[in-house]
């Protein structure tokens, strides 16, 4: 049934937790795993900057998301999940999400309702929010307030 999930991640406990679910639905159905982090990017940026720059500008948070992605394969390994392909996108997160979506023939797509910047007055989080209202593919939400 599903060949392909996305657990995108921002290396918070929360989508550690929906991650859980995550890697059921892979080991479940023997499908691949994919894990993406966003680097959200000012728009003033938004034209083609060469890589170098881009490590410049951006270097800490690229590093802190492709430890997150890490960090998510890993546990994927430990729990027998050999299958795992991650990313480090920058953008708009939902956007980003969204594009990984089509561009990895994505069929289900597993979150946390809340991420690093949760508050109460998200219940269920802006980007994931905006990731079910748009997605072409099911959106599971976890609610992993603390």
């Known amino acids: 049934m599903y060949e392909t999930v996305l657990a995108p991640t921002d290396g ?16 479940r159905y023997d499908a ?11 728009p003033a940026f938004d034209a083609e900057i060469d890589e170098e720059t881009e490590r410049d500008i951006y270097g800490s948070l ?6 997150a ?13 050999d ?18 979506v089509e561009d990895n023939d994505v069929d289900i797509v597993v979150m946390a309702t809340a991420g690093r910047t949760g508050s109460s007055r998200e219940l269920i989080g802006s980007v994931a929010e905006r990731v079910v209202r748009s997605s072409p593919v099911p959106v599971v939400t976890v609610n992993a307030q603390e």
Do not use: C, F, K, W
């Open 83 to 100: 299958d795992v392909e991650t990313a480090v996108d920058r953008g708009a997160p939902h956007e980003e999400i969204l594009t990984y």
């Open 12 to 27: 918070s406990d929360r989508s550690l937790a929906a991650l859980e679910h995550a890697i059921d639905l892979a080991n």
């Open 69 to 81: 992605v890490e960090e998510v394969a890993a546990e994927a390994n430990s729990q027998g999940l």
């Open 62 to 67: 690229i590093e802190a998301g492709e430890r």
């Open 32 to 42: 691949t795993l994919h894990t993406q982090y966003v680097v959200e990017s000012s």
